[in-house]
């Protein structure tokens, strides 16, 4: 990184402030595209994804004292996400999340039904990278953003816990209901097409 | 294990979430039952689906070059002479403090995980039919139950006079090792006294800390990591440990 070695080589490591923007540098750039991803999913809008990681890297940086250590990914994602949820509120959509939530949580309860038939279909047709994504836009935002958090940015599910502020059995039936749907929604591309 | 069990667990399964001994449940399960085989195969092939599918986005170029610009430059004004100072300290500096930070990082990675890997052994535990392998308020039943099923002799007092009632031993898992849980209850408190070999780092002394709301107070002995975890308050779960120690080494 060009920054990097400037700094270090003028030498300025050992003044407070420098030596917090030099660490901040290190450890919080390198994950800009996982933060950007999370912010596409989240928003589903390019413009608005930018202008939520260069807001969520300013508040962490003036933040940066509270990091404790670990994992630096799951803290960024966790300010990113507080980030999004105040655009959801600007864009006065709060309400609907929520009902959206609760809605979609009881249809994902009985898929595969309650008939205790076995599915039949086990192998999907593969789907080029636009055709997934606009499925997973079309995901709940409490079940998009596990199932982002965990296929695209790769987290542990503690580490999902952690962004999402929600214990770790929360995560699990979140993400089973998220791959549940997602599942669905897959094969009724496959019939509708 | 039941189908609404194996539905959510065999995420955790695909996930390499699972412990070993869970892993072998889901799989013990699923090998009994098509339909929940059916399923562990539609997501492992949703899985299949997307892998080598271009799922993530690159951030562009002008917004990297935007937010390196706001995240405030080392100031220029600087002499020469404190450049130069600067220069060889600064060295030294990030080479200790990347060694620091990646040492802090391994370590809290594993730690936090084994941290997590108790809780969740806790509850689990608190789950019907699951507290106790070995029922009895009796030490020298409880004890040698352990013998064979697993490498360590667990030290297992009975406190019962001391306001602790033993209820008895079950094998667990945590970091991918068996365990030796040790049950005991305080009024409607359960208390799970978890000891292994290597879990977690050296404890120079005896370690409180809440983690998803329960109290996990860990200390070394003899080679041993114990680990007790419980909804009990801090100072009842000190209590415990200063009163196990006593009879510990009493008996």
């Known amino acids: 990184m060009t920054a990097h070695g400037s700094v270090v080589a003028e030498g300025r490591m050992v003044l407070g402030e420098d030596s917090k923007a030099q660490r901040f540098r290190a450890a919080a750039l390198p994950h800009l595209d996982d933060v950007y991803t999370l912010a596409r999913y989240l928003l589903r809008n390019t413009a608005d994804a930018e202008d939520a990681a260069q807001e969520c890297y300013l508040r962490a940086f003036r933040h940066f004292e509270t990091f404790r250590g670990g994992s630096i990914k799951p803290w960024l994602l966790a300010i990113l996400r507080n980030v999004c949820r105040a655009e959801y509120a600007r864009r006065g959509a709060l309400a609907v999340v929520t009902d959206d939530l609760d809605s979609a949580e009881q249809r994902a309860e009985g898929l595969w039904g309650e008939g205790g038939e076995t599915p039949e279909q086990s192998t999907l047709r593969r789907l080029d990278a636009d055709a997934v994504q606009r499925l997973i836009a079309r995901l709940p935002d409490a079940f998009r953003e596990t199932l982002v958090l965990r296929e695209i940015n790769e987290l542990s599910y503690r580490e999902i816990a952690e962004v999402i502020g929600a214990p770790v059995g929360t995560v699990m039936s979140r993400l089973a209901r998220a791959r549940a749907l997602l599942r669905d929604l897959w094969l009724a591309e496959e019939k509708d097409s | ?251």
């Open chain 2, 1 to 251: 294990m039941t189908c609404e069990e194996t539905e959510i667990l065999l995420h955790a399964l695909i996930d390499n979430e699972l412990d070993a001994g869970h892993a072998r449940e889901v799989e013990a399960h699923v090998a009994t039952c098509a339909r929940c085989a059916a399923k562990l195969a539609a997501y492992r092939d949703m899985r299949d689906a997307t892998r080598g599918v271009t799922l993530r986005h690159v951030a562009p170029a002008k917004l990297r070059a935007t937010i390196e610009r706001e995240i405030p430059s080392p100031t220029r004004a600087t002499s020469r002479r404190a450049l130069l100072k600067g220069f060889a300290l600064g060295g030294v500096v990030s080479a200790a403090a990347a060694a620091s930070v990646a040492f802090v990082v391994v370590k809290q990675d594993r730690d936090s995980r084994i941290l997590g890997e108790t809780i969740s052994a806790h509850l689990r535990s608190l789950q019907a039919d699951h507290l106790t392998d070995v029922l009895s308020s009796d030490q020298h039943t409880v004890k040698p139950w352990f013998n064979g099923r697993i490498d360590l002799a667990p030290p297992v007092v009975d406190l019962t006079a001391q306001g602790f009632t033993l209820v008895g031993g079950r094998l667990d898992y945590i970091d991918g090792k068996p365990v030796a849980a040790i049950v005991y209850r305080r009024r409607v408190h359960v208390i799970n006294l978890f000891v292994g070999q290597g879990l977690g780092p050296p404890l120079p002394a005896p370690r409180l800390e809440m983690v998803q709301g329960f109290n996990i107070l860990r200390w070394n002995d003899q080679g041993l990591t114990l680990m007790a975890v419980s909804d009990l308050n801090r100072d009842e779960l000190e209590e415990f440990k200063a009163k196990f120690d006593a009879a510990a080494r009493g008996g």
